[in-house]
T-cell receptor, first 114, second 113 residues
Framework: NAGVTQTPKFRILKIGQSMTLQCAQDMNHNYMYWYRQDPGMGLKLIYYSVGAGITDKGEVPNGYNVSRSTTEDFPLRLELAAPSQTSVYFC?????????????FGEGSRLTVL | AQSVTQLGSHVSVSEGALVLLRCNYSSSVPPYLFWYVQYPNQGLQLLLKYTSAATLVKGINGFEAEFKKSETSFHLTKPSAHMSDAAEYFCAVSDSGYSTLTFGKGTMLLVSP
């Protein structure tokens, strides 16, 4: 199994550009998450989804959007990129809700906004 | 609201020495507690989790953690460090089986020969 796959692994954006980070999982997990990781700050939840068609905001949703049209895919959209969005982004999935189940993480997408 | 505090952003040990990484949590209800490990340029992977069964939880790679309600702690230990243990370790808490995880800021473990 591939697990959780994120693309691209690296990207440089100019201020004001937009892009989509792709996330796909092949484990038939209902729950999917997007986190950002900044040095010394741990992981902050951006958005999450409890199933196809259902999404909800996490701790730091501003400047991002998500959709969940299928169980497998959970893309993260950045509109009007800003330097504050320079970060490493991780997608994760789980069989059960976050408190009960193990999160499976992708390898991350490193984004730089200049 | 739930929160996690990891004491020490960096911990240095010698190979063969005891590893102790500290985690204190805040939760209004009995928590679910987790330790995750992140190796360089990789995503996080689960080391162990506490879900109200035994208070001493054994995980992968010889790590274990003890849930102490009176101290609101869930410290991670390993009797003898190995060079391959060098990584960043994250404690996480959820206040129910249906809520999302809240992660601590992480502790980088450095192991010297």
């Amino acid at each position: 199994n591939a697990g959780v796959t994120q693309t691209p692994k690296f990207r440089i954006l100019k201020i004001g550009q937009s892009m989509t980070l792709q996330c796909a999982q092949d484990m038939n997990h209902n729950y999917m998450y997007w986190y950002r990781q900044d040095p010394g700050m741990g992981l902050k939840l951006i958005y999450y989804s409890v199933g196809a068609g259902i999404t909800d905001k996490g701790e730091v949703p501003n400047g991002y959007n998500v959709s969940r049209s299928t169980t497998e895919d959970f893309p993260l959209r950045l509109e009007l990129a800003a330097p504050s969005q320079t970060s490493v982004y991780f997608c994760a999935s789980s069989y059960e809700a976050g408190g009960g189940g193990e999160l499976f993480f992708g390898e991350g997408s490193r984004l730089t906004v200049l | 609201a739930q929160s996690v505090t990891q004491l020490g952003s960096h911990v240095s040990v010698s190979e063969g020495a005891l590893v102790l990484l500290r985690c204190n949590y805040s939760s209004s209800v009995p928590p679910y507690l987790f330790w995750y490990v992140q190796y360089p340029n990789q995503g996080l992977q689960l080391l162990l989790k506490y879900t109200s069964a035994a208070t001493l939880v054994k995980g992968i790679n010889g790590f274990e953690a003890e849930f102490k309600k009176s101290e609101t702690s869930f410290h991670l230990t390993k009797p003898s460090a190995h060079m391959s243990d060098a990584a960043e370790y994250f404690c996480a808490v959820s206040d129910s089986g249906y809520s999302t995880l809240t992660f601590g800021k992480g502790t980088m473990l450095l192991v010297s020969p």
